[in-house]
């Protein structure tokens, strides 16, 4: 990845990973802050430099460890080595919560969360699953980082349970010959290929996404899909209908009888629609008022007739043409 400068909190630099990074982007311009959460000069930046915005590189020290109960693939949601990417999807949920902040963020203190999460997972009444990737992609940050592999492979030895990270990237080569135990769970998000190139921008395509799940099952992993985000345009049913063919045809056999699904709609928000309207004005418009209404402050979800249509519809083509694979939720 290509940063054009580094925002760091001084107190960073006092970590091996902050060190190594500050020698690693020695030739950028380094902005000392006092925050990673406040950084004025990036918050006073119009809505059209969202893109350009996204290559500053934050680094700093997490401060907030707390877990969150999850329901649904994994037990816990747990704050990891980094929050925000690169990429710039078009509905990306961090965006509700951090407006124009959503750069990619480093936390250097990874020794400090990983113990936490070894000795959390010793303790626990039977044995969890955690997502470590519910606020960043994680695969991303691996090339910047390694902290991915670090992190598997010291799971492996000190961890008991689980940990799962979602994707949209494919550069799984590293993570290949990591003596993982099958304590990681990789789980690639897609969506149909027009929609990628259009929405999910600075993602890895489609056939990538599939073949780096093909490599990581081959190398011992237990694997998941989410088709996430459901986003319902004007050909929303032609669209899904050839992403979940392209799935059954591709797929090998052994990997659809292993493989979990998760299916996921679109929450959208009034802060996205400001920001696309002036960063991507040429964009797909996503909000859709004959289909969505209002959930929390700014927020709009798909409700109604059209979105039970939709649950039935992808849930019966899952059910004919990937019967072998499980789908685990819904939402």
């Known amino acids: 990845m290509q940063f054009q400068a580094v925002?760091?909190?001084?107190?960073?630099?006092?970590?091996?990973?902050?060190?190594?990074?500050?020698?690693?982007?020695?030739?950028?311009?380094?902005h000392s802050i006092e925050s990673h959460n406040a950084i004025s000069q990036m918050r006073r930046q119009p809505n059209a430099?969202?893109?350009?915005?996204?290559?500053?590189?934050?680094?700093?020290?997490?401060?907030?460890?707390?877990?969150?109960?999850?329901?649904?693939?994994?037990?816990?949601?747990?704050?990891?080595?980094?929050?925000?990417?690169?990429?710039?999807?078009?509905?990306?949920y961090l965006v509700c919560h951090y407006n124009k902040c959503a750069y990619l963020r480093l936390f250097v203190n990874r020794e400090q969360m990983?113990?936490?999460?070894?000795?959390?997972?010793q303790k626990t009444a039977k044995p969890a699953v955690y997502e470590i990737g519910s606020n960043s992609d994680l695969l991303l940050e691996n090339t910047v980082t390694h902290n991915l592999e670090?992190?598997?492979?010291?799971?492996?030895?000190?961890?008991?349970?689980?940990?799962?990270?979602?994707?949209?990237?494919?550069?799984?080569?590293?993570?290949?010959?990591?003596?993982?135990?099958?304590?990681?769970?990789?789980r690639m998000s897609i969506n149909p290929e027009r929609i990628i190139r259009t929405i999910e921008l600075g993602t890895s395509p489609l056939f990538k996404r599939l073949a780096a799940l093909q490599k990581m099952y081959d190398a011992g992993y237990p694997c998941g899909i989410l088709i996430a985000p459901v986003i319902l345009l004007p050909d929303w049913e032609t669209q899904y209908e050839?992403?979940?063919?392209?799935?059954?045809d591709i797929l090998p056999s052994k990997l659809k009888s292993k493989l979990t699904v998760e299916v996921i709609f679109m929450t959208y928000s009034y802060?996205?629609?400001m920001i696309n309207r002036d960063a991507f004005p040429d964009a797909p418009e996503l909000y859709?008022?004959?289909?969505m209404s209002g959930r929390g402050p700014g927020k709009y979800y798909y409700h109604g007739e059209q979105r039970r249509r939709a649950e039935l519809f992808l849930s019966q083509q899952l059910a004919q043409k990937m019967p072998e694979s499980k789908l685990l939720y819904m939402c």
């Not at 961890?159 to 003596?179: A, C, N, S, W, Y």
């Not at 859709?288 to 289909?291: E, G, I, K, N, Y």
């Open 271 to 273: 802060i996205h629609r």
């Open 150 to 186: 670090w992190t598997i492979s010291l799971f492996a030895k000190s961890g008991r349970g689980q940990i799962t990270f979602p994707t949209k990237f494919d550069m799984v080569e590293p993570l290949l010959p990591l003596h993982h135990q099958g304590k990681t769970i990789f």
């Open 49 to 92: 430099a969202f893109a350009s915005m996204k290559r500053n590189l934050i680094i700093g020290v997490r401060k907030t460890h707390r877990y969150t109960e999850n329901q649904k693939i994994s037990d816990y949601l747990v704050p990891y080595t980094s929050s925000g990417c690169t990429a710039i999807c078009l509905y990306c």
């Open 114 to 121: 990983l113990q936490k999460l070894c000795r959390f997972s």
């Open 288 to 291: 859709d008022p004959t289909l």
């Open 7 to 30: 925002y760091y909190e001084p107190d960073a630099l006092s970590y091996p990973l902050g060190k190594q990074l500050k020698q690693q982007y020695s030739a950028l311009t380094w």
């Open 242 to 248: 050839q992403l979940i063919t392209q799935l059954a």
